[in-house]
């Protein structure tokens, strides 16, 4: 009696088999090609992400930024290449991207301002306009620069603060990099009085010039009077000099003109307030 059972069922298994003979068919080649999508999705992420990897670390981007890049080129990848393979099998994959997006959306809007600063972390450290090390001016901070990480930029002051910026308001506003440039422009205003002679000041002015080997004369020394104001004769006095001896070359000249016109008996006027008394006789 059991043979007769065991010899029924699979006779209507045989059955069952012949009638559906092309969808089983189907179902295997789908089968197969599901497997083949997925391998070679997980191929092309993992020739993506090593390839981005490496285009970034030629480009000497900040690690923690090739780290979350390569693996997120990954991840999109084996999304995109499981919902191709679930297509491939028959699934219903057009709920499946709405729900993504309505994940990302929501996502999306609740990290608004990280994403900013994210995007923006991405432009700066892809762009470069500056690099740790590097004195800068970020919107009216500034500092050297110490860090650029994906969301912030962290910042150090002349006076040895720390100030850490998000990267959202750092791209937003001016970046001056004082740096980048092997060279830099001193500008001095110098005041002299109106009894003193435009062509001695300036032969005094240039002497003082000259005996600074900091100072790069083949690339212009610039002595012109500038104004004439209300007490004063003020010349401006710009020189160029190598970035590292900028602030040494600044108050240098400052010093040395200072003596130099003491030197010389050259004044420089000074505010003045005459007060005359007059007395009356009752």
Request: proline letters at 2%; aromatic letters at 10%; charged letters at 15%.
């Amino acid at each position: 009696m059991m043979q007769v059972k065991t010899f029924s069922a699979i006779k209507a298994l045989n059955n069952w088999v012949i009638q559906n003979e092309t969808f089983l068919a189907q179902s295997v080649v789908n089968f197969i090609g599901a497997v083949i999508i997925l391998f070679f999705g997980y191929f092309l992420a993992r020739f993506f992400s090593i390839g981005l990897r490496k285009i970034l670390i030629v480009r000497k981007v900040d690690k923690t930024v090739i780290q979350f890049c390569s693996t997120l080129i990954r991840y999109v990848f084996f999304i995109f290449t499981g919902i191709a393979a679930l297509g491939r099998i028959g699934v219903e994959t057009s709920s499946i991207i709405t729900v993504l997006g309505a994940a990302g959306l929501a996502i999306g809007l609740a990290l608004q301002s990280s994403l900013a600063n994210f995007a923006a972390g991405i432009l700066l450290v892809s762009l470069r306009p500056f690099r740790a090390g590097e004195y800068v001016d970020l919107g009216g901070i500034a500092g050297t620069a110490e860090d650029v990480h994906i969301f912030s930029t962290t910042l150090r002051t002349s006076d040895n603060k720390i100030v850490i910026m998000p990267n959202g308001k750092v791209i937003a506003g001016n970046i001056i990099n004082f740096s980048r440039q092997p060279h830099r422009r001193v500008d001095i205003t110098v005041a002299v009085g109106y009894e003193s002679e435009i062509a001695y000041v300036k032969e005094i002015l240039r002497s003082v010039i000259i005996k600074d080997e900091r100072i790069l004369q083949p690339l212009g020394v610039t002595i012109r009077l500038n104004e004439m104001a209300s007490s004063s004769l003020n010349f401006v006095v710009r020189v160029w000099t190598p970035n590292i001896h900028y602030w040494d070359v600044y108050f240098d000249l400052m010093e040395s003109i200072k003596t130099v016109f003491d030197e010389k008996e050259i004044a420089i006027p000074y505010p003045q307030l005459d007060v005359h008394h007059h007395s009356h006789k009752g």
